[in-house]
């Protein structure tokens, strides 16, 4: 039996999960969910996002949420609009990812009590979305922005506001990030691409959690 995890936000760390690594499965099927999000579970992984452009994505989370609720922070990225904070609400989501600042998705999604990761690309951007309520911040696409860019922005954000690089994180170039100041990343293609057999996932998410591991030790 899996034992339930209290997701809890300290005043200095506003990230609740161990692994501040979230899972981006976009495109993921209701009928390959469960696999997929257990080879990420096993792997340690515990925060989750599943896209709401991805088919039937209502029911992926629902069935996601039921076998593995209790392990991980599971929830919805690409959260465009309000209603749609509802409708994840509703199903016991936990986590909203957004690509951009919309002050009225970041207000619905606290109002819901949500942990929110909130994308941006400026700091005015990031201090709107701050100001709106926003707990956690992603920079997108990282990839385009680089490491020397996101190192500049954190030197005038407050330093309780945890910050992900998305887009363009790989195994290979996570301790970049995390070395200027990010507290993780979000990982979408470079983790998992529709379609791609389980054992990839399993693989993927062993070179990303080793990454993670790897820099902590090499930082003590």
Excluded at 31 to 51: K, N, S, W
């Amino acid at each position: 039996m899996a034992v339930a995890v209290n997701f809890t936000m300290s005043e200095t760390m506003m990230w609740p999960t161990k692994l501040p690594l979230i899972a981006i499965l976009r495109g993921i099927r209701p009928d390959e969910v469960l696999d997929h999000v257990g080879a990420l579970v096993d792997a340690g992984f515990d925060a989750i996002e599943i896209p709401l452009n991805s088919p039937d994505w209502q029911e992926s989370i629902r069935l996601a949420l039921a076998e593995y609720g209790s392990r991980a922070l599971i929830g919805a990225g690409t959260v465009l609009q309000a209603d749609d904070v509802d409708l994840l609400a509703g199903l016991g989501a936990r986590l909203l990812v957004s690509p951009n600042t919309d002050v009225d998705v970041i207000r619905r999604a606290v109002g819901h009590k949500l942990v929110t990761c909130i994308g941006c690309m400026t700091a005015t951007e990031a201090f709107v979305a701050i100001k709106a309520g926003a707990r956690n911040l992603k920079f997108f696409p990282a990839g385009e922005l680089g490491p020397n860019y996101l190192k500049a922005v954190l030197t005038v954000l407050p330093k309780s506001v945890p910050v992900f690089a998305v887009g363009g994180v790989t195994p290979e170039n996570l301790a970049q990030y995390l070395a200027v100041g990010c507290i993780g990343a979000g990982l979408g293609s470079d983790l998992y691409r529709a379609g791609q057999p389980l054992e990839r996932t399993r693989e993927k998410a062993r070179a990303f959690v080793a990454a993670w591991h790897n820099f902590q030790e090499a930082t003590v």
